[in-house]
């Protein structure tokens, strides 16, 4: 397969889901935290609009942002994907002016012009607030304090000296519009985040429920739940059931067909095994292929009342 081929294969597949539930609600829930936290950074009232929260393409987010660019870059110490932070050239015309003492009852009009490192300054601790507010906006929707280390590590204005993920990876895009002051000063910012943090902010959240109830000096029942925590479950891929005769049965050989339909590769079992003579479904997910090897793509999320049986059974040691 040619690479340009591979390439547009890649470009044109699906995107993925998000492994936070309710994404919309962690939106909102936002957009609330960040206008209680930019008040008493720009002295004024702040309104916050989700205007877009989707899970998109980074090729596609990449390729709408402009040269130069107010980038805050968001780093982890548990992975080595990036987020950023794209504020747009009003919106950071309109926060200088009011850091260095605008009136928020007037609304003047923009000048375009080059970012100066005041500017960069002056936008630094806008990052860091954007950032807070979506930690918080996270802890909120999962019910648990996260532990993980996100933190505003700079600030770049070319977005092609920063690389958080390969372009066809899976981000989750969150655009919001401001309205600063009396005057409602408008201008628009972006939060990217790669889904390989949140699925480091979902593992973060599961563990920090496993553990928020133990007592710090009962070592035994904290190493009981690590070792129901790291037990491995066998999972099977069923592709299909096929009902025959036992007399044909018995007369199975080597060169034998066996029919299965086409559907089937759409429609593929995930059970999980239970002791030796049980099973539980799990999900369904389709047949597909991935780094030249045959997978299974889940097509919905586990049964809820199963992943709360599996929650028990740990929390049970």
Same mark, same amino acid.
């Given at each position: 397969? #040619?690479?340009?081929?591979?390439a547009k294969k890649l470009s044109n597949r699906s995107v993925g889901r998000s492994p936070l539930p309710d994404l919309?609600?962690?939106?909102?829930?936002?957009?609330? &935290?960040?206008?209680?936290?930019?008040?008493?950074?720009?002295?004024?009232?702040?309104?916050?609009?989700?205007?877009?929260?989707?899970?998109?393409?980074?090729?596609?987010?990449?390729?709408?942002?402009?040269?130069?660019?107010?980038?805050?870059?968001?780093?982890?110490? #548990? #992975? !080595?994907? %990036? *987020?950023?932070? =794209?504020?747009?050239?009003?919106?950071?015309?309109?926060?200088?002016? %009011?850091?260095?003492?605008?009136?928020?009852?007037?609304?003047?009009?923009?000048?375009?012009?080059?970012?100066?490192? &005041?500017?960069?300054?002056?936008? %630094?601790? @806008?990052?860091?607030? $954007?950032?807070?507010?979506?930690?918080?906006?996270?802890?909120?929707? $999962?019910?648990?304090?996260?532990?993980?280390?996100?933190?505003?590590?700079? +600030?770049?204005?070319?977005?092609?000296?920063?690389?958080?993920?390969?372009?066809?990876?899976?981000? @989750?895009?969150?655009?919001?519009?401001?309205?600063?002051?009396?005057?409602?000063? /408008?201008?628009?910012?972006?939060l990217i985040v790669p889904l390989s943090i949140l699925d480091m902010l979902k593992a973060a959240t599961m563990q920090?429920?496993?553990?928020? +109830?133990?007592?710090? =000096? !009962?070592?035994?029942?904290?190493?009981?739940?690590?070792?129901?925590? =790291?037990?491995?479950?066998?999972? +099977? *891929?069923?592709? +299909?059931?096929?009902?025959?005769?036992?007399?044909?049965?018995?007369?199975?050989?080597?060169?034998?067909?066996?029919?299965?339909?086409?559907?089937?590769?759409? =429609?593929?079992?995930?059970?999980?095994?239970?002791? /030796?003579?049980?099973? /539980?479904?799990?999900?369904?997910?389709?047949?597909?292929?991935?780094?030249?090897?045959? $997978?299974?793509?889940?097509?919905?999320?586990?049964?809820?009342?199963?992943?709360? #049986?599996?929650?028990?059974?740990?929390? /049970?040691?």
């Amino acid at each position: 397969m #040619s690479e340009s081929v591979l390439a547009k294969k890649l470009s044109n597949r699906s995107v993925g889901r998000s492994p936070l539930p309710d994404l919309e609600i962690i939106g909102e829930t936002f957009g609330r &935290i960040l206008e209680d936290h930019l008040r008493p950074l720009l002295k004024t009232i702040v309104g916050a609009f989700i205007m877009d929260c989707e899970i998109t393409k980074l090729a596609e987010v990449v390729d709408a942002i402009p040269v130069p660019a107010m980038l805050g870059v968001i780093e982890s110490d #548990s #992975s !080595d994907r %990036m *987020a950023l932070v =794209n504020l747009s050239a009003d919106l950071v015309y309109h926060i200088v002016d %009011m850091r260095m003492g605008g009136d928020p009852t007037v609304s003047p009009m923009v000048t375009t012009r080059s970012f100066t490192a &005041i500017d960069v300054q002056l936008c %630094m601790d @806008v990052f860091d607030r $954007v950032l807070r507010a979506f930690e918080l906006a996270v802890e909120e929707n $999962v019910g648990v304090p996260l532990k993980t280390n996100l933190k505003v590590t700079g +600030h770049k204005q070319d977005i092609n000296t920063v690389r958080i993920a390969p372009k066809t990876a899976d981000v @989750v895009l969150l655009t919001v519009s401001l309205d600063i002051g009396e005057a409602a000063r /408008s201008g628009e910012f972006s939060l990217i985040v790669p889904l390989s943090i949140l699925d480091m902010l979902k593992a973060a959240t599961m563990q920090a429920d496993m553990t928020e +109830h133990i007592d710090d =000096n !009962d070592l035994w029942l904290q190493q009981m739940r690590m070792s129901a925590t =790291n037990a491995e479950i066998p999972l +099977h *891929a069923i592709l +299909h059931t096929l009902k025959l005769p036992l007399a044909s049965v018995r007369e199975i050989k080597v060169g034998n067909v066996l029919p299965i339909p086409r559907a089937a590769l759409q =429609n593929i079992t995930m059970v999980q095994a239970i002791g /030796s003579t049980r099973e /539980s479904e799990l999900a369904t997910g389709k047949l597909g292929a991935f780094d030249n090897q045959k $997978v299974v793509k889940l097509k919905e999320d586990p049964r809820p009342e199963l992943r709360g #049986s599996l929650t028990k059974i740990v929390k /049970s040691g």
